[in-house]
């Protein structure tokens, strides 16, 4: 789960680390009163998105004065920035920097444990540094029995900084970001850029954090931050109805019972040159009921042209899978074409049953996704 800048940097101010101050605003005029209670020349406008390279993008500004600052809210707070609207922008005192630094702590599956990430090159460009000169990037894996004693820390902290008194400054930064990391369950903590001010301070002027799904059930107070995006809405809706529904975004909305055979129609209608629309395994019974809520749940999404729906009949035979079909419909009124494949126990039957109805009855798994591509042109 994602949170926004504004939110990790409260989560940073509760663990003691270094954050500028900065108000988060809705509207110009609020802007405008955060700029004057901030007391500060120079201000910076962010936007607040679920999504990272907001600098490059243009979300991020720094003011020089309150016309700019007006003006740069104004254009901000209208933006769309990797398909996310901007609602909310965060004004704070610019810091002014001297240099910045890469700091993160990340889950890695390779070491089984936390790892501290450290760079002298952070800012903006970090990810071409990471592709370019790799090197550059220094990884210390975190032993969770021994955490981040004053030892390990300081070592840490003579990759980024030369001059003792950051080192002395960076030691309990580091400590706080990793107890913050363990303790809400995070997957990512990330400063970047960590800068070195003019005033010889250390200042975390970007917060990134993502938490452990599995974890949130612990944590209400991160809990409370969560902001579905319209697919996340839906595939928690599907969830609460027993479905395991993933939206991929493609045009052939799939219905299938099991999750490995859900999987290999993905990959069949990837073969035949389309797209699927979404993973959705509806189980292992296919009564009308369920059918209906999962054809809901395909239709409502706008991008779904044809529906293909397969189904393995096993303790559920093909012929009352087929009669559920039929009933099915008849609840619900699809102009959507739809190509059916059923296989298992009376398959024969199930397939007599939907002749001479309006869907396409497919054979073999290939047909079937051969078809339902085939209907994209018609
Ligand atoms: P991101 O692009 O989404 O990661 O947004 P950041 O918060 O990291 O901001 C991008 C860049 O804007 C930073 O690397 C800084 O160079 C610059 N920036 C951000 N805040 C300030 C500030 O307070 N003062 C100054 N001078 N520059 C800032
Ligand atoms: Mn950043």
Avoid: W
Avoid at 209 to 231: G, I, Q, S, Y
Avoid at 236 to 259: P, R, T
Avoid at 263 to 289: C, R
């Amino acid at each position: 789960m994602k949170v926004h800048e504004y939110q990790a940097k409260a989560f940073f101010a509760q663990y003691g680390l270094p954050v500028d101050r900065s108000v988060l605003c809705k509207t110009v005029e609020e802007a405008v009163a955060a700029y004057h209670s901030l007391d500060n020349e120079k201000a910076v406008v962010k936007a607040q998105i679920h999504t990272g390279g907001r600098g490059k993008a243009g979300g991020v500004k720094v003011a020089n004065n309150e016309d700019e600052l007006k003006r740069y809210a104004m254009q901000i707070l209208g933006m769309e920035i990797k398909g996310f609207k901007v609602d909310r922008i965060l004004v704070g005192e610019a810091v002014e920097i001297v240099s910045e630094y890469y700091v993160s702590i990340v889950v890695d599956r390779k070491s089984k444990s936390a790892i501290l990430m450290l760079s002298r090159e952070g800012g903006m460009d970090i990810e071409t540094v990471a592709k370019n000169t790799p090197e550059k990037i220094h990884q210390i894996v975190i032993d969770p029995f021994i955490g981040l004693p004053d030892y390990l820390a300081r070592e840490a902290a003579f990759y980024l900084f030369d001059d003792m008194s950051l080192v002395k400054q960076a030691v309990p930064l580091f400590q706080g970001l990793y107890k913050l990391f363990m303790e809400k369950d995070a997957s990512l903590a990330e400063i970047n850029p960590l800068v070195l001010a003019k005033d010889g301070k250390l200042k975390a002027i970007d917060a990134k954090m993502t938490f452990d799904n599995n974890a949130l059930f612990r944590h209400p107070d991160v809990l409370e931050l969560f902001e579905p995006t319209a697919e996340e809405q839906k595939e928690q809706e599907a969830k609460d109805k027993g479905f395991s529904y993933v939206h991929l975004g493609g045009e052939i909305g799939c219905m299938v019972n099991g999750a490995g055979l859900a999987m290999a129609t993905m990959d069949m209608i990837k073969l035949y040159g389309g797209h699927p629309a979404n993973f959705l395994d509806i189980g292992g019974s296919s009564n009308p009921t369920k059918i209906v809520e999962a054809m809901k749940l395909l239709l409502s999404d706008e991008q779904v042209r044809v529906i293909l729906i397969n189904i393995f009949g096993g303790i559920t035979r093909c012929d009352d899978v087929a009669k559920g079909l039929i009933e099915a419909f008849q609840l619900i009124d699809v102009g959507t074409p739809i190509v059916i494949r059923l296989t298992g126990t009376n398959e024969e039957e199930g397939r007599s049953i939907l002749k001479g109805t309006k869907f396409h009855v497919a054979k073999t798994m290939s047909e079937a996704g051969r078809m339902a591509v085939e209907q994209l042109s018609k």
